[in-house]
């Protein structure tokens, strides 16, 4: 049986409950079917109503029933992740984990030639909304004996070279956010770490690489299961570290 397989069958988010952000995305919706397959109950966070409406189908078919949430992460203000934190404690009553899949990347670009506004968009949705929402969503989680903040994160190596622009910018800033915040939170039942996938089949990819170019990514459900494992209390184990996640 595969590792994705396992990650499916065995219930780890057992009563758990997880918040997706990106949920209508690729590893997004990906890792939200595999948590309501693990046992969790899920909250759907995303911008596009008819895509979060699908995975909400498919969600439900798999687990607990989802909480749907529709949020716009680039207008989004502190006082609305503060307003969803405080409807996930009064419907819910708890929060067990968060894991941030939102991404934003407009496409490979001179830096020289790139839009600002483009620039500052993608270090916002990349790096400061998730920011926001973690702080936001920190009391909630502080409640629990067992509770964990999991961030997305590409490989370095790859978009940290010429014309990724804000998105890789902000690639390194999420690796400084997941080492402040694991040593704030090293004596608290809050664990802080990162999952980097491979190269994945996703909207996101395929404004960098042609389909003809692309012969190495695959389907975003191939690293569910680490979302999973780091999410559930064997996650212990990667506190403060990234995880990089294989097929």
């Known amino acids: 049986m595969s590792a994705v ?3 499916v069958v065995q219930p780890d988010l057992q009563g758990r409950v997880v918040l997706v952000s990106g949920a209508a995305g690729g590893l997004g919706s990906a890792a939200a079917k595999a ?3 693990a046992g969790a109950t899920v909250v759907l966070l995303g911008r596009k109503v ?7 189908d498919a969600v439900a078919q798999l687990g607990p029933e989802p909480l749907l949430y529709p ?3 680039e207008g989004a203000t502190p006082d ?9 404690g009064a419907e819910l009553g708890r929060l067990d984990g968060l894991l941030h899949c939102a991404a934003n990347f407009p496409g490979l670009t001179p830096f020289a030639l790139g839009d600002p506004a483009a620039f500052a968009r993608a270090i916002h949705i990349n790096l400061t ?4 929402l973690t702080q936001a969503c920190l009391p909630l989680l502080r409640e629990r004996d067992d509770a964990a903040v999991v961030f997305s994160l590409d490989d370095p190596e790859r978009v940290g070279r010429a014309y990724w622009g804000g998105y890789g910018v902000a690639q390194y800033g999420l690796r400084g956010l997941i080492d402040t915040l694991a040593h704030e939170l ?5 664990r ?3 999952v980097q996938p491979g190269p994945m089949r996703t909207g996101l990819r395929a404004r960098a690489f042609t389909h003809e170019e692309d012969t190495v990514a695959v389907d975003p459900s191939a690293y569910a299961a680490a979302c999973v494992t780091l999410l559930s209390a064997r996650g212990a184990d990667w506190r403060g570290k990234v995880l990089e996640a294989t097929p």
Do not use: P
């Open 5 to 7: 397989a396992e990650a």
């Open 35 to 37: 948590c309501a397959a």
């Open 50 to 56: 008819a895509k979060l409406n699908r995975v909400y």
């Open 71 to 73: 949020l716009d992460l």
């Open 80 to 88: 609305d992740y503060v307003t969803l934190a405080e409807r996930l």
């Open 129 to 132: 909304a998730r920011a926001w």
């Open 186 to 190: 090293r004596n608290s039942a809050v």
């Open 192 to 194: 802080v770490s990162g």
